[in-house]
């Protein structure tokens, strides 16, 4: 007997499940409108000021907080530290490696408002927290809520073009301090294909421990969403072409030791094709950027039906 194909006209075994899951995870969006935000300013310092401030009010260790010690996060497993949960400092082993941050900064050109998005119970439950730091120490309007309450809400409409904008620069490497730099590399479609699969497949593990406290179901839901993918993104994922993309280099300072390093990163616009079972995974891209240091503002991307 012949092994069962994992594709079929209804598309892959467990997307549908993965899809699921994600939409039921809470969600909150608040929106700064009447702001000034040219679009080639990263989002970087309002993360990183959002992130050192989170650890100073919510690390359940107290002061000097984990992050201050530059230490992993003593209750990490337990779940019980908010600071962690927002921002994780350090990466474990495990399913604990695939933790993620859950407050995200972006600025959306097309509507021109900032909007500030959590996902997860903890981060909704602190968004109006994080919205009034932005308010003071930006300077920003006050922030109008929105109805968003589950990641459903959020997700893209159905269509089957798309133009991604790269919104602030989209990393896909980084040169550790005192190593050489590389020869920026035009991109080819192959290449950018295979970063954005790649960057789809890493959130979509990510997403799917959120939805879960249970290491178990984490360890699981993370094979099942490297599965689903290695099938999905090969059939349904299509980069018609990449001659708006562009090369860029910069250097960037880690919040966590002070090093600096090299980024190699995308800046520009790029046409994709991608079928109706890829909507929730581009979605992640959406709500949560993609590439390198995206918890941290990078990867910043607009997408729009075409």
């Known amino acids: 007997m012949s092994e069962p194909k994992a594709v079929s006209h209804f598309g892959v075994r467990g997307a549908n499940d993965l899809a699921a899951l994600w939409r039921a995870l809470p969600a909150a969006v608040v929106e700064f409108s009447n702001v000034s935000w040219p679009e080639d300013t990263g989002l970087a310092d309002l ?38 949960s927002l921002f994780p400092v350090s990466i474990g082993g495990g399913a604990q490696s695939w ?9 959306r050109p097309g509507l021109q408002v900032f909007q500030l998005i959590a996902l997860g119970e903890t981060a909704c439950t602190r968004i109006a927290w994080a919205a009034q730091l932005l308010e003071n120490r930006f300077r920003l309007p006050p922030a ?17 073009r798309w133009r991604m904008v790269f919104v602030t620069p989209w ?67 299509v980069v018609e072409h990449v001659t708006q993309v562009h090369p860029v280099s910069f250097e960037c300072k880690s919040t966590g030791n002070g090093d600096t390093y090299h ?12 079928n109706r079972h890829l909507l ?19 990867g910043s991307v607009q997408l729009t039906p075409l």
């Not at 179901?217 to 490297?226: P, T, Y």
């Not at 980024?263 to 994709?272: D, I, P, S």
């Open 99 to 107: 933790r993620m941050a859950t407050l995200f900064l972006h600025w």
């Open 47 to 84: 993360c990183d000021e959002l992130r050192s401030r989170c650890w100073r009010e919510y690390c359940a260790r107290g002061h000097p907080s984990c992050a201050n010690r530059n230490t992993s996060c003593q209750q990490k497993d337990s779940g019980c530290c908010a600071a962690d």
């Open 171 to 237: 990393v896909i490497e980084k040169n550790p301090p005192g190593k050489s730099e590389k020869k920026e590399k035009k991109p080819t479609i192959e290449i950018v294909t295979r970063k954005l699969a790649e960057s789809l497949r890493q959130r979509a593990h990510k997403l799917t421990v959120l939805c879960t406290h249970d290491p178990v179901w984490q360890r699981l839901g993370g094979h099942l969403a490297h599965l689903v993918a290695d099938h999905l993104l090969f059939a349904g994922l």
């Open 144 to 160: 109008s809520k929105t109805d968003v309450s589950r990641l459903a809400d959020l997700e893209l409409p159905d269509a089957a």
């Open 263 to 274: 980024a190699h990163a995308w800046e520009g616009e790029l046409v994709l094709q991608a």
């Open 280 to 298: 929730p995974w581009l979605t992640l891209l959406a709500v949560c950027g993609g590439g390198e240091n995206a918890d941290k503002g990078f």
